[in-house]
């Protein structure tokens, strides 16, 4: 289920507040269909600012949580301010609809659900904070902040464990991955920080539980190559193994089902100005092999929308026009194709 931010547009590398934008949206995309096919498109407030790990659907595909960041200044209508809304979707209503709207800490970006679909994490960027909330049937209510950091350190994305004991928090301004525990309800801070890269932004945790890749965005302004950090899980206590270099701001990250192959969206300076010298016109794909110990590339291509499928990267040419720019994209559901995976794509925007 992608989102798609209205409101910013990257304009020749600069980030530009759109004048009375239409609303921001959310995609309900039916991935059992090839090419996959728009089910719904409803207003949704999101934001293109921080990872694009910001929509979380429970696992019994009825409710999807988006997050917003960012939302327009109401006193100066070319500047934007810190967000704190949470927007919690029924994706079974007919049509789907948003049926609340809950706040959270300052700026709300990555959001996960634990696999039980009772509890659900966001890391709020712009105060140091994750916000807890529970889930019973279509009702998600607050329960308790838990501090990590302060607003210096920032709190790109918080991934839950698949046991639920376990969670990661990537914090992109001071340059650690911070482990929490969860018992039940109870969210802490365990006060055991990794260090991985420069501004670790996106986390995905593989489905056996055994490691997690964190994407360092790193310098993308001065052209330096970034890297994604693996991350060994059944460590005590947990620790970064290994690191490889992917290209030039890597900010989507994706663990296959069998935890053997791990896909990177890579911004490749496509939005940079074009007279940067490490201007690019488009995104990459990057995929690397993972053992659970150690990383390798296994291909790389100019993306869209691909297929994996027996071991080969297929470029399906499909493409899904959206009503609005591409900000965010969630996990794909159960019922969707296992190897047929949207990749959001906007050549005039990214993360600012």
Known sequence: MPTNDNKLVTVNGRTTVVQNPAPDTA???????????????IDVPNSVVGPPS????????????????????????????????????????????VIATLE?????????????????????????????????GKTV????????GDEKSGGAHVAIAPDGKTALLTRDRDNRISVLSIDGTKVEYTKRDMTAGV????????????????ANFGGRVTG??????????????????DTITVGLGPEGVKVSPDGSVV?????????????????????????????????????????????WSGGILRDTGHRIKMRGGPARSGPPTSSGSPGLHPVPHRRDSGRP
Do not use: C, M
């Open 54 to 97: 910001s929509v979380a659907i429970t696992p019994d595909e009825g409710l999807a949580l988006v997050t917003s960041a960012e939302k327009i200044d109401s006193a100066d209508p070319t500047k934007r301010v810190p967000d704190n809304r949470l927007s919690i979707i029924d994706l079974k209503a007919n049509p789907p609809r």
């Open 263 to 307: 896909a990177i969206v890579v911004h490749n300076g496509s939005n940079l100005p074009k007279e940067s010298p490490f201007y690019n016109d488009g995104g990459k794909l990057v995929l690397l092999r993972s053992t659970g110990t150690s990383l390798s590339k296994v291909a790389e291509k100019d993306y869209w929308i691909f297929e």
């Open 27 to 41: 995609t309900i995309l039916d991935l059992s269909a090839s090419p996959p096919r728009v089910i719904a498109e």
């Open 141 to 148: 209510a607050p329960a308790g902040t838990v501090k990590v």
């Open 104 to 136: 959270t800490g300052k700026a709300p970006s990555g959001v996960s659900i634990n696999r039980q679909g009772t509890l659900a994490l966001v890391a709020n960027r712009s105060d140091g904070t994750v916000s807890v909330f529970t889930i019973q």
């Open 199 to 214: 501004e670790p932004i996106a986390l995905d945790i593989a489905p056996n539980g055994t490691f997690a890749v964190a």
């Open 224 to 241: 330096d190559r970034d890297t994604v950090s693996l991350i060994d899980l059944r460590a005590r206590p947990p620790r970064i193994v």
